[in-house]
């Protein structure tokens, strides 16, 4: 049985709380305890909450799900030598956990929000560790939740969270655009539900590339131009940029 003790309980730690207490993967690992700054978030856990981050009891793994620029402050705070200190940033780089003998990152690429239960199952567990002996640990504790791992490096994963900021956070944002767009034309914003879904489907199942459409491929000046009298002043480079990203990506005359 794998200890767990997990620092920080906001949309992913909480989540990964509840996951590890839970069929199947509390059979092979045990949440002994967690902490959050507050020390008023208690959650509906056997597991203790801790008060003193240096004062923590014994584990195998200390997962540390804590905001970005926290977590080589938070992790000198934690005293106990034998213990895997991992963190679960995408951007951060493993080195900042150096001064702990075992260490490593438990990264899950996904959005995670506390309204929603996710899917474990679904999500790919990206994994480095600084020896075998701690990888074995991590990937016994992320096949509870997974059976898709990955071993990627520092270097790849800072990529790769770039590239789910595109795809989530950028993305997101142009569906909330266009939510607006309907709304100021008193427009039923789920309209564009089927066409939501279909660009989703066929991106994955053909690749984003071979599946982009619309008047910056096809440089439909016209209907570019029509587009952009329409915008707000504020809007329109935004959709310039988009539109000369579309094209340069393409090999569109600009």
Do not use: W
């Not at 920080?8 to 045990?30: D, R, Y």
């Not at 493993?94 to 990152?105: A, D, E, I, T």
């Not at 690429?109 to 020896?131: M, T």
């Not at 509870?144 to 520092?154: A, C, D, F, G, V």
């Amino acid at each position: 049985m794998i200890r767990i003790i997990i620092i920080g309980t906001g949309n992913i730690g909480g989540h990964l709380c509840n996951a590890f207490e839970s069929e199947p993967a509390s059979k092979k690992v045990q949440l002994t305890g967690y902490y959050n700054r507050t020390q008023k978030q208690r959650l509906d856990s056997n597991a203790s909450l801790i008060k003193d981050l240096s004062q923590l009891p014994e584990a195998d793994l200390i997962l540390l799900a804590v905001p970005d620029d926290a977590i080589e402050k938070v992790s000198q705070q934690i005293k106990i030598s034998n213990a895997i200190v991992a963190h679960t940033s995408g951007s951060v780089a493993m080195s900042v956990l150096y001064h702990h003998p075992n260490h490593g990152v438990f990264y899950l690429p996904q959005s995670f929000s506390s309204s929603r239960k996710p899917r474990f199952e679904d999500v790919h567990i990206c994994l480095e560790s600084s020896s075998k002996e701690v990888n074995e640990v991590l990937e016994l504790v992320g096949g509870t939740l997974s059976r898709k791992r990955e071993q990627i490096n520092s270097t790849q994963r800072k990529k790769l969270h770039l590239a789910a900021v595109y795809m989530n956070n950028f993305v997101n944002h142009c569906y909330s655009k266009a939510e607006e767009l309907m709304e100021e034309a008193s427009i039923d914003v789920h309209l564009l539900d089927a066409l939501m879904r279909e660009t989703l489907e066929k991106a994955i199942s053909l690749s984003p590339k071979m599946s982009q459409t619309g008047p910056a491929i096809r440089n439909d000046l016209n209907t570019i131009k029509k587009h952009l009298e329409l915008l707000e002043k504020g809007d329109r480079e935004m959709y310039r940029s988009i539109t000369k990203s579309i094209q340069k990506t393409h090999g569109k005359k600009l």
